[in-house]
Nanobody, 114 residues
Framework: QVQLVESGGGLVQPGGSLRLSCAASGFIFSINALDWYRQAPDKQRELIAVITSSGSANYADSVKGRFTISRDNAKNTVYLQMNSLKPEDTAVYYC????????WGLGTQVTVSS
């Protein structure tokens, strides 16, 4: 059974950094692309970063240059390093993969506020 478990969220001041982790299980991690989405209050869930099985990454314009997605296939974990955080980055962050169906974690809250 596919499971995705996010961690690493919290409260951070503007300009600060956080690293999110997503631990995966139940599938062959190394052959799947993985994504990070976020959903702010009263907004649609948006795709912010994708990493392919080969390690290629793509980002939404809103986070490009500030966020870095990476993966450790030995640990079945994908990361999202978030730097220069802004109040508008406040959201619940979700890990996602697709294997015939969409699989989501429960999310981790990130709050950027002074």
């Amino acid at each position: 059974q596919v499971q995705l478990v996010e961690s690493g969220g919290g409260l951070v001041q503007p300009g600060g950094s956080l690293r999110l982790s997503c631990a995966a299980s139940g599938f062959i991690f190394s052959i799947n692309a993985l994504d990070w989405y976020r959903q702010a209050p009263d907004k649609q869930r948006e795709l912010i970063a994708v990493i392919t099985s080969s390690g290629s990454a793509n980002y939404a314009d809103s986070v490009k240059g500030r966020f870095t997605i990476s993966r450790d296939n030995a640990k079945n974990t994908v990361y999202l390093q978030m730097n220069s955080l802004k109040p508008e980055d406040t959201a619940v962050y979700y890990c996602h993969t697709f294997r015939g169906l969409d699989y989501w974690g429960l999310g981790t809250q990130v709050t950027v506020s002074s």
